[in-house]
């Protein structure tokens, strides 16, 4: 199964900063890896996909890159309605689709 | 507006079965294929199982494996999860998700995404 880690599990940043979230594949993914962001109490949303595909609707301010297997997410102004756990997801080796561990961003 | 609704969570003892069931609308239900998702309080998203736009498809994580039945009926646009010998750890908030490919064996080709999900159904085991 391929193994995905996040890092950090958790930061706190301030309005208007950069922050990046890193996602290793165990293994090469191609750029079969999605990127979700869940907000307290609600279900999570789509908000990159094949890597670094904005989905329809989000922000520009929310982007993904790859660099082998590191998967880059990326928001370049935080926001207070961006406090959320971001996880990856990957499908290159499926079954079974994984997900990361996730990483909760906080206001400081 | 595609909407996802879950129900029949419930408290429920070790060893018991429950069926979750999951009614979309707002789009072409059997073009795409679904999955079951589970989170445990305060956890992260585990992937539970898949089924095919034509249910030709099927797939379970192994802490399921044989114990859980996913199935659809496309006339309904519904999803459905039997979920039998259920375990303390099995206590989860399970969502219904729609993929973006109607099939995890096209997911290549065509791309596969979670692009909607349910509110989920609270599955609480214990004694």
């Known amino acids: 199964d391929i193994q995905l880690t996040q890092s950090p599990s958790s930061l706190s940043a301030s309005v208007g900063d950069r922050l990046t979230i890193t996602c290793q594949a165990s293994?090469?993914?191609?750029?079969?890896l999605n990127w979700y962001q869940q907000k307290p109490g609600k279900a999570p949303k789509l908000l990159i996909y094949?890597?670094?595909s904005l989905e329809t609707g989000v922000p520009s301010r929310f982007s993904g890159s790859r660099s082998g297997t590191d998967f880059i997410f990326t928001i370049s102004s935080l926001q207070p309605e961006d406090i959320a756990t971001y996880y990856c997801q990957q499908y290159h080796n499926i079954p079974p689709i994984t997900f990361g561990g996730g990483t909760k961003v906080e206001i400081k | 507006e595609v909407q996802l609704v879950e129900s029949g969570g419930g408290f429920i003892q070790p060893g018991r079965s429950l069926r979750l069931s999951c009614a979309v609308s707002g789009l072409t239900f059997d073009d795409y294929a679904m999955h079951w998702v589970r989170q445990a309080p305060g956890k992260g998203l585990e992937w539970v199982s898949t089924?095919?736009?034509?249910?030709?498809?099927?797939d379970y994580a192994d802490s399921v494996k044989g114990r859980f039945t996913i199935s659809r009926d496309n006339a309904k646009n519904s999803l459905y999860l039997q979920m039998n010998s259920l375990r303390v750890e099995d206590t989860a908030l399970y969502y219904c998700?729609?993929?973006?490919?109607?099939?995890?064996?096209?997911?290549?080709?065509?791309?596969?995404?979670?692009?909607?999900w349910g509110q989920g159904t609270l599955v609480t085991v214990s004694s």
């Open positions: 094949d890597a670094s």
């Open positions: 998700v729609k993929d973006t490919a109607p099939s995890i064996l096209h997911a290549h080709s065509s791309g596969s995404s979670f692009d909607s």
């Open positions: 089924i095919s736009y034509n249910s030709g498809n099927i």
């Open positions: 293994q090469d993914i191609s750029n079969y």
